[in-house]
Antibody, heavy 119, light 112 residues
């Protein structure tokens, strides 16, 4: 059974760094792309970036300068790190998996982790 | 960036009737490989989005066949036949043709 679960800090201060862990089960990170999507009051659903099954990454240029995605395949975990947080970064952050190995689409989602950026 | 524009903003449907949601992309989503990279999602209240349709017209696993997707290179439609109470939520279209992947702003479906 495919499962994804995000774990985040909840509250982050402006200018600080956000770190979120996505722990997966039921499949191998070396077989699927893993995506990060966030949902904010201001912009709705926004794709942030992904890490390929082979480990390379691609980012939305909107976040590129301050976003980093990595993984630890031995722990079945994917990581999102974003620095220089602003209040507009408040929202729910999701990790998601492609539908199938050869078919995209955000088919499996975690429950999301709410991040509030506030002093 | 490819802009995805949805209409209407909201729709109210009587159970058992049909509903259609439109989505228009600012650029053709038809790839040279013949695949049209538009996707449909439903976000039920308080839940994460779920995939309904992939590559314009393919039903995702476990999704009732009351849902169907169609369209051209830039104009797409999600049709829900025989709407049920469990179909309430916000429907989003999205494109996976090119970076950055983008979503529409959503269409809220309510039951009369």
């Amino acid at each position: 059974q495919v499962q994804l679960k995000e774990t985040g800090p909840g509250l982050v201060q402006p200018t600080q760094t956000l770190s979120i862990t996505c722990t997966v089960s039921g499949f191998s990170l070396t077989s699927y792309y893993m995506q990060w999507v966030r949902q904010t009051p201001g912009k709705g659903l926004e794709w942030m970036g992904f890490i390929r099954s082979g480990g390379s990454t691609e980012y939305n240029s909107e976040f590129k300068s301050r976003l980093s995605i990595s993984r630890d395949t031995s722990k079945n975990q994917v990581f999102l790190k974003m620095n220089s947080l602003k209040t507009e970064d408040t929202g729910v952050y999701y990790c998601a998996r492609h539908y199938r190995v050869d078919i995209g689409g955000f088919a499996y989602w975690g429950q999301g982790t709410l991040v509030t950026v506030s002093s | 960036d490819i802009v995805m524009t949805q209409a209407p903003l909201s729709v109210s449907v009587t159970p058992g009737e049909s509903a259609s949601i439109s989505c228009r992309s600012s650029k053709s989503l038809l790839h040279s490989n013949g695949i049209t990279y538009v996707y449909w999602y439903l976000q039920k209240p308080g839940k994460s989005p779920q995939l309904l349709i992939y590559r314009m017209s393919n039903l995702a696993s476990g999704v009732p066949d009351r849902f169907s997707g169609s369209g051209s290179e830039t104009d797409f439609t999600l049709k829900i036949s025989r709407v049920e109470a469990e179909d309430v939520g916000i429907y989003y279209c999205g494109q996976l043709l090119e970076n950055p992947f983008t979503f529409g702003s959503g269409t809220k479906l309510e039951i009369k």
